[in-house]
């Protein structure tokens, strides 16, 4: 009986760490495209207004600018324990590693919508010269900190054209 | 942000015109993570996604170290600065460092 126990114990410790990243797999997924499906409504309702955000280095009308000034956005989003764990098996071979895919390309796209909307939302016309910026800010260089994240800061100038047409 | 001074990333400030130039200014911070919020952002690691304790930290960072920049632009007389990039580097196991640099110029 008390065999059975100690077997049973040692099965469930063994086993533990499995099922963590089980569990990061299901929910990780879950989550993920969660943020993914509201990024998506969001940019559908956005869909037929202007688009203001450009990379130009130059206003793209010439009429009278009446204010500029520079707005940012930033975020810090990081890949799961699981989508880690099979980017570094991954990492071995060398190839495409599809799992970090997800959540940079999301954070790239979270940040531009986000500028979007502050340019909309405070009333500029067009935000030019966009730059958007990739650092990895965390990972301790000794110990097993597992936590890693990306940060990407988009920044540009917005521009709101004076209302006289001229 | 600071009042009356115009910041722009391009090489002019739009629609004003550039009198003077003051050379370079720069304004940096270092951030290290704060040990309680590095928990709850390792256990939203689990499953992915935004780590709001980060973001909101880096958020702070980056306008100190504007604040920096627009501080020496001003003691030099100027009333904006364009070309304005930054730059994050981890300087040490944990910790940030933002850094924000520009040209300080007169507008009129």
Known sequence: MAGENFLFCQIFFLSL????????????????????????????????RANPVTNLSKPSQVRQVDSS???????????????MFTGGIKNLFGGKIHSYDKMLTYGRRVVIHRLRIQAIQSGFDEVINLRVETSMITKKSKGDDKTAAYEFTAYGTAIRYSASQD | MSQGMHLSNTETVPGKLITGSFGLVQGSTVRAKNVFKDIGAGFKNMVGGELKAYTELL??????????????????????????????????????????????????
């Open chain 1, 17 to 48: 760490p499995l099922f963590i990243y089980l569990g990061s797999w299901m929910f990780g997924n879950l989550h993920q495209n969660k943020l993914l499906l509201k990024l998506e409504t969001e940019e559908k309702s956005l869909q037929g």
């Open chain 2, 59 to 108: 958020q702070e960072a980056r306008n100190e170290a504007l604040q920096r920049m627009m501080m020496d632009a001003q003691s030099r007389g100027a009333n904006a600065i364009v070309n304005v990039r930054f730059a994050t580097s981890a300087v040490a196991g944990g910790a940030a460092e933002l850094f924000a640099y520009g040209t300080a110029v007169t507008v009129e």
């Open chain 1, 69 to 83: 000034s520079l707005v940012m956005e930033s975020i810090s989003v990081g890949p799961s324990w699981w989508q």
